[in-house]
């Protein structure tokens, strides 16, 4: 799963037009996610025409883009930082653990 920043999300939908951006263009552009980007090789720089989006990080948008967020089980209880009686609502039974002996088998 893709995890983007605020900022890393603004610049790579910038490069998502796939467009070259010149090294004048970059310096008007926070560099912060900028230089992330070139470490996770999302962008990279062809000398001659620029800086350009990678494979790497198309498959990025995409995966970000594309990713659920779905619950693989949406019967399971809400999670536990949710305090139901905060807002008035009712408290769900736990179930209780039931542990079985089983009898030794006679040596």
Known sequence: MT????LQYAMLETFASRVYMT???AQAYDQRPFRSMLIQEWVAYKPGRGFHITKKGLDAQRDFHNHSIDRKNPTLPLTAYFDPTAYGL????KKALVHV???RQAA
């Open 101 to 103: 002996m089983q009898k």
């Open 3 to 6: 995890r983007l920043s605020s």
């Open 23 to 25: 090294v004048m263009q």
């Open 90 to 93: 009712k408290v769900p039974a």
